[in-house]
């Protein structure tokens, strides 16, 4: 017993980083991928080349125009929108505990969303070497959806549905890793066995797979 209560506090005492460090970490570096994004990747040659067939070229000079004003207040706004999502996904995971009278701090469950957070936004940076490599006449509004290291790249998206390759586009080597180390994360509190905590981590995940695809389908109808 006296081994056990000796385990949690020196667990707690590892940790190289403070949440807040982390989050802010993850803030910035959204910010600065985004940014690449925009200066780099998306050029005034690439709007031309993907709405050049839907538009007029002053239409196209509106669009990036209005882009660019919208982009400051989206940076502006990204702390809060990362807050948010990850708030989100933590109190998703923590509502089966609360049912189930588990109590593991909120403030844990969001630091391991956030640790985890780190591979999702690694998956956007080899998307942007990918295109970065691309010649400019090929990045297409497919290009830039690609999902890097997913299922859907050895498929044809032309044989299944939107809604379907949405679904098969989410299963990816970053993804994977993101349930491996949430669901570590949450057996290493000492709260739950390695089976309950790799069904809330599945349950979790497919519950914002859902989520997603019934806003896409929503946003269709608009």
């Not at 998307?127 to 290291?149: G, Q």
């Amino acid at each position: 017993m006296n081994e056990t209560i000796s385990v949690e506090p020196n667990y707690k005492n590892e940790r190289l980083i403070e949440t807040w460090q982390l989050y802010l970490l993850i803030t910035v570096l959204s910010v600065i991928i985004s940014l690449a994004y925009q200066k780099i990747i998306m050029t005034q040659e690439v709007y031309y080349s993907i709405y050049s067939s839907q538009m007029e070229e002053y239409r196209i000079d509106d669009l990036i125009r209005f882009i660019e004003k919208f982009q400051i207040w989206g940076y502006i706004a990204t702390p809060l929108f990362i807050w948010l999502r990850l708030a989100f996904v933590a109190f998703l995971i923590q509502l089966p505990f609360m049912i189930k009278y588990i109590e593991i701090p909120f403030n844990e469950i969001f630091r391991i969303t956030a640790f985890a957070f780190l591979v999702l936004l690694s998956a956007d940076v080899v998307r942007f070497f990918y295109l970065f490599f691309l010649p400019k006449e090929l990045i297409t509004a497919d290009a830039l959806m690609m999902t890097p290291l997913a299922i859907t790249n050895l498929l044809n998206k032309n044989n299944y549905s939107e809604i379907t390759y949405l679904f098969l586009s989410k299963i990816n080597v970053f993804e994977f890793f993101w349930t491996y180390i949430v669901y570590r994360e949450l057996y290493r509190t000492g709260k739950i066995n390695k089976i309950d905590s790799l069904l809330v981590v599945m349950s979790v995940w497919f519950g914002i797979l859902v989520f997603i695809i019934a806003l896409n389908l929503f946003l269709r109808t608009l």
